[in-house]
């Protein structure tokens, strides 16, 4: 038995009978991290003793009679965006560089007592900031279909990770689209779940009323099994709903006859590639044939999605990436030596230790207002990346005194109106399909010079986010050259088991998601 | 010597304030980290305080309940629905970057609290724009040290609610503030809702200030207003506000500047020097790029929470002054005494004028005896050697013509300073009743003895007779002066 070939259901069925020990299954999927993930860069952090102690734990539990959790043996990468006490959690980004939380994020404290074994914190976009992956401080990942293009962000590692078997699932989290855009373009299943369904208690912040955890699998069955154990009210996040938990894995079976799905024709717009129109439009035949009817829908404010996301987002993330100002952890900077880090440190401020500015580096010393002022601008001048700095200085303005109206509290109207299209919409149809990206995965480098090109990549996903509520995106074909397409579908508030069941229908009727890129055997 | 009439000024200084009061809650205002005073630094904080990545806050209900308290105490209006907002701005003792404030939408609003003219004429309403909740931040330490300028933060504060309370610019003079600034303390202290010690930093107070000059065309020129910082005792405040008010005039006076025509302008106050200093112009323009939390669910109120906040309040030092004058027939004066005192000295009069049953000589004990003491030696009414019964045992044999009021005051001091009881030192001093024949006898022997004064006092000078008693004291220390005088008097004329 290859663990590898398994289904994450599949892996925790035969765990619990005994047909693989959580260790055999840890390993697999660490030799495959160990000999694919050069060329990949899917991982920042892997510790293999620790995950292997884990499974080596659940193991003798499992021996010894004693009871183990739904998840046991079930290896699990997660982003690097979520808080693992154990393990660094680095945004990657070199402003986090060492840093070593105290705690667990909500997510990852429920994988652990549903007995999961992280085996690793996966890169991404730095901070969640980016649509190609290609952000990270520590360089881009690959996709496994085409080492020479990105696989999308910000979840661009958990998505590759997934795609190249190196993990059966991973966590993601989506602020604008970055589970499914990547889960698209790697040809995997993303789940964006409604906000608030995932606590948020220990995710990075980027943009807190936009971010969502959710689950990045081979299928849709398995971010099912995945969601069950990581949704749930949080008292600790002011922000998560106190709906009950539905069993996912066992609404899957109800038929789709009588559901509804809408189709939306501005997204049928120019810049939608060829290959990508007739993979959704084979999508919507696949789910007739299911028995479901497909209703045009109008999302009329839905073409001022991007900008308004681009608002809204940069003004909350100015704010949350505030605390990163080298006065109590992460990196600060020194003078003549770049940025240090100081993980776990305490808290001091050395303001009078300040820095001298070199001649010829760039600000001088004379600049700053006092050396407090001179060790937060290098600290954050050379801690962030480019595109960080961008969007927080997009933030800044925008909600600077003489702009805020303009800027952020027009684009609060415009996410009202976004919000009440898909109420609206909802009342007409069960689910909103369509395409997840205007293109399959680009190439490396091809839109890096162009900040605004990079922007249109969430040009299908951003919507769903400002709205709050849940998508869910899967592969629907392949182009001529090898590339996955990936459909997505909306659904209104809580509707995950909607979503999750139509998705694993589609599942049943096609093989897209089986597939595997031929690098990765 | 010819004494100077007193001149009114030639302005009115006009006074606002912006008191910041710490909540008496357990934990802080977003997190559960405890918010005792005086812990080793950064000894009370976790991820959320820290504001370290990942960390979300949550609401304390008890905080929000007490603050609401404090709002309603104002007699202010409460919003049905508040939000928080995050004040953003960069300082090493302010871990996220931002403060979780209140914008816009405060909690409460439009209120009042009345301060009593300083010269006891009358009642005086100041009105109260808002209060609305925020978490303070840390506290930056510099070591001023020659050759290190090392600054430490201690983290323990940060996330500790804060109410802070808005006044209109309703105040006319730098005492008043001082008498309105002692009201709110105590109210906030009756209530529970702070303790306002300024010196561990809960209560805080700026001040902003000008002045309404009559110029000779009939029109009223406006000063520019100023900001006064760094005040650490409601003394600070008001002799700050007395030199500001004269600076302005003197500025005034020399440049003719009015409000709106420069800048509003911050000073700190320099206590040992006795002066304000403009503060630098970089730290009074700030841009704090308000938006609402994205990580807080906004806060409704009911009418029921609001009228079950206002059941639990308890009488308001005001209430109950008026409570107390007409409960104990004292005067407004003596009330008000009392009742600034705070609630325990309030409880122990009212404990002991029901033993004795009279409020006034009740009143005059605490005020002339127990408070003096107080005062004296220092120390708190609720630790205070004598208790209730104890002086109601002795005000009672008072009462009861045992002894009189100064032998009693002889009494008292001994039993604070032997931590006797009542009893004992009335019977170790050899106190004990004079019986009416022994007093009968005892004046009879005085005036025999003092036949020039029975002489005066038959010629119609009564006043004579008070010579009798310091003699009557010699012959015996228990005598009642007044019984002796009544009973010499009695004799003598019945003669
Ligand atoms: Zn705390």
Sequence with gaps: ??????????????????????????????????????????????????????????????????????????????????????????????????????????????????????????????????????????????????????????????????????????????????????????????????????????????????????????????????????????????????????????????PLAGLRIGRVPEHYAAGLDPEVRAGVDEAFAVFRTAGATIVDVELPHAKYGVPTYYLVAPCEASSNLARYDGAHYGVRAEPGKGVRAEPGKGVRAEPGKGVRAEPGKGVRADEFASPLVEMYCRSRGEGFGPEVKRRIMLGTYALSAGYYDAYYAKALKVRRLIRQDYLEAFERVDLIGGPVSATPAFRLGEKTGDPLAMYLVDLYTVATNLAGVGGISFPCGFTKGGLPIGFQLQGPALAEPTLLRAADRFQRLTDWHTRRPKACA | MTTQPVMPEPYVTVIGLEVHVQLQ????????????????????????????????????????????????????????????????????????????????????????????????????????????????????????????????????????????????????????????????????????????????????????????????????????????????????????????????????????????????????????????????????????????????????????????????????????????????????????????????????????????????????WLQQDVLRTLNERGGMIDTFAIRPEALADLIGRVQKGDFDTSRGREIFAEVLASGRSVADVVASLGIAAVGDDELVALCRELIAENPKIVADVQGGKEQAAAGLIGQAKKKNPNVNPGKVRQMCLDLIRGR
């Excluded at chain 2, 009042?112 to 909740?133: M, N, Q, S, T």
């Excluded at chain 2, 800048?263 to 320099?270: A, E, F, I, L, S």
């Excluded at chain 2, 109950?320 to 000295?345: F, H, K, S």
């Design chain 1, 1 to 254: 038995m290859q663990p590898a070939e398994l289904s994450a259901t599949e892996i925790v069925a035969a765990v619990r009978q005994g047909d693989l020990t959580a260790v055999r299954c840890t390993e697999a999927f660490l030799d495959r991290i160990a000999r694919l993930d050069g060329s990949i860069n899917a991982f920042l952090h892997v510790d293999r003793e620790a995950a292997l102690a884990t499974a080596a734990r659940i193991d003798e539990r499992r021996r010894a009679g004693k009871p183990i959790g739904p998840l046991a043996g079930l290896p699990v990468a997660v982003k690097d965006a979520l808080c693992t006490a154990d393990q660094p959690t680095t945004c990657a980004s070199k402003m986090l560089a060492g840093f070593r939380p105290p705690y667990d994020a909500d997510t990852v404290a429920r994988l652990r007592a549903a007995d999961a074994v992280i085996v690793g914190k996966t890169n991404m976009d730095e901070f969640a900031m980016g649509g190609s992956n290609e952000n990270s401080a520590f360089g881009p990942v690959h996709n496994p279909w085409d080492l020479a293009r990105a696989p999308g962000g910000s979840s661009g590692g958990s998505a590759a990770c997934v795609a190249a078997d190196m993990a059966p699932v991973a966590i993601g989290s989506d602020t604008g689209g970055s589970i499914r855009q990547p889960a698209g373009l790697c040809g995997i299943t993303g789940l964006k779940p409604t906000y608030g369904r995932v606590s948020r208690r220990g995710l990075v912040a980027f943009a807190s009323s936009l971010d969502q955890i959710g689950p990045m699998a081979r299928s849709a069955a398995d971010c099912a099994l995945v969601l069950e154990t990581i949704a749930g009210h949080d008292p600790g996040d002011s922000t998560s709903l106190a709906a009950d938990v539905p069993h996912y894995t066992e609404l899957l079976d109800q």
């Design chain 2, 25 to 364: 809650t357990q934990t802080k205002l977003f997190c559960g980290c405890s918010t005792r005073f005086g812990a080793p630094p950064n000894t009370q904080v976790c991820p959320v305080c820290l504001g370290l990545p990942g960390s979300l806050p949550v609401m304390n209900r008890a905080a929000f309940g007490l603050a609401m308290k404090a709002a309603l105490a104002l007699n202010c209006r409460i919003a049905a629905f508040t939000k928080w907002d995050r004040k953003n701005y960069f300082y090493p003792d302010l871990p996220k970057g931002y403060q979780i404030s209140q914008y816009d939408l405060p909690f409460s609003a439009d209120g009042w609290l009345e301060v009593a003219d300083p010269k006891g004429a009358f009642a005086r309403k100041v009105g109260i724009v808002r209060v609305h909740l925020e978490e303070d931040a840390g506290k930056s330490m510099h070591d001023e040290a020659v050759g290190t300028a090392d600054s430490r933060i201690d983290l323990n504060r940060a996330g500790t609610p804060l109410c802070e309370i808005v006044t209109q610019p309703d105040l006319r003079s730098p005492q008043e503030a001082r008498a309105w600034l002692n009201e709110l303390k105590l109210l906030l202290v009756y209530l529970g809702v702070s303790d306002c010690n300024m010196q561990e930093g809960s209560l805080r107070v700026d001040a902003n200030v000008n002045l309404h000059v009559p110029c000779p065309d009939g029109r009223i020129a406006k000063t520019p207003i100023v900001e006064i910082k760094n005040m650490n005792s409601f003394r600070s405040v008001e002799r700050a506000l007395a030199y500001e008010a004269a600076r302005q005039y003197d500025e005034w006076q020399a440049t003719k500047a009015e409000l709106g025509k420069i800048p509003k302008q911050t000073r700190g106050w320099d206590d040992p020097a006795g002066v304000t200093r403009a503060q630098r112009h970089k730290e009074e323009s700030s841009d704090y790029r308000y938006f609402p939390d994205p990580d807080l669910v906004p806060v409704t109120v009911s009418d029921a929470q609001v009228a079950d906040v206002r059941a639990a309040m308890g009488e308001p030092p005001a209430v109950l002054r008026q409570a107390l004058a007409e409960r104990w027939r004292i005067t407004a004066y003596d009330a008000e005494v009392l009742v600034n005192q705070g609630r325990e000295l309030v409880a122990y009069y009212e404990d002991v004028a029901t033993r004795v049953a009279d409020g006034k000589v009740a009143s005059n």
